[in-house]
């Protein structure tokens, strides 16, 4: 069986996040990169598959040479090959169509990414990568079970869980559940220096013009003041009167 993992670059949870250019870009200047946590999840079942039915485990990435560490990391966790398409990722679909033409080209059974990535939530790119290959979908994934060329997939469903069985090939949009927290690797020292020396292919980028630009971002609105009280009645008027939330 061979697997693709989606890997999307995207800053920590604890950077300072600002924006450039009238607020229409994104700062990029002492920001720390990880692998997007969603997509984590889905290569760390991805080495499960490895380890317990010898599937094969290619990452890849829609990015400049600056996201080329975070698919190292991927590869130093157990992945076998790694793939950059060099061109920035601008918007949805045109990252989902640089990933179809690879997943046509590569003949992938599964294709793993997350539900969606921590950065710009468009939760968007792995059904669009089933459309344009003409793959089965499953999307808030969070068990999933191959079996010869039928993949048992349970997903979240509002209000409860639902158990969907699909043929291979199959694009999975995965999620925490899919693994838990307390199964994700952290690279050892012999996967880091092993990691230096698995292929990592950069292809060139295909046609695909973005179909949706931003306009501009906007950061929540900072904390107001806090106020202390000192008895319940206080409290209580305070929520009634100001907050009018009783």
Known sequence: MKILVCISHVPDTTSKINFTDNDTKFDTNGVQFVINPNDEFGLTRAMWFKEKQGASVHVINVGGAETEPTLRKALAIGADEAIR??????DGFSVAKQLANVVKEGGYDLVLGGRE???YNGGMVPGMIAQLTGANFVNTCIGLEIEGDTATAIREIDGGKETVKAKLPLVVGGQKGIVEESDLRIPNMRGIMQARKKPLTVKDAVDANAETQTAQ????APKGDIK???TVDELVDLLHNEAKVI
């Not at 398409?85 to 601008?90: K, L, N, P």
């Not at 971002?217 to 929540?220: A, D, G, M, R, V």
Request: charged share 40%; proline share 6%.
């Open 228 to 230: 202390l009280v000192e």
């Open 85 to 90: 398409i060099d061109t920035e990722a601008t």
């Open 217 to 220: 971002f906007e950061k929540p």
């Open 117 to 119: 990535s921590i950065d």
